[in-house]
């Protein structure tokens, strides 16, 4: 399971906390105001699936995976993702 503040929904205005109630606002909440992201899906470069590929695109040589946040070394992390990571 992938909840949406580790799919980077807030760095890309995907969800609102000013908005009323929506399905998992409380914990998407804590998540964000304790800035307690422990995983994110990133991109990294692959030609094969490993264990924690989310969807594989060979023909790019590209894999999404879901990532623990202190294990991105080979991940591609986009300037807008940076500071939250920081």
């Given at each position: 399971?992938t909840?949406?503040?580790?799919?980077?929904?807030?760095?890309l205005?995907?969800?609102?906390?000013?908005?009323?109630?929506?399905?998992?606002?409380?914990?998407?909440?804590r998540?964000?105001?304790?800035?307690?992201?422990?995983?994110?899906?990133?991109?990294?470069?692959?030609?094969?699936?490993?264990?924690r590929?989310r969807?594989?695109?060979?023909?790019?040589?590209?894999?999404?995976?879901?990532?623990?946040v202190?294990?991105?070394?080979?991940?591609?992390?986009?300037?807008?993702?940076?500071?939250a990571?920081?």
């Amino acid at each position: 399971m992938t909840i949406g503040l580790e799919c980077n929904a807030a760095e890309l205005r995907g969800v609102s906390f000013t908005k009323g109630c929506y399905v998992g606002q409380e914990n998407t909440a804590r998540m964000n105001y304790r800035s307690k992201v422990n995983r994110r899906l990133v991109v990294r470069p692959a030609t094969e699936a490993g264990e924690r590929t989310r969807i594989l695109y060979p023909e790019l040589g590209l894999a999404v995976e879901h990532r623990r946040v202190d294990d991105l070394a080979d991940a591609i992390v986009p300037a807008w993702l940076e500071a939250a990571l920081a």
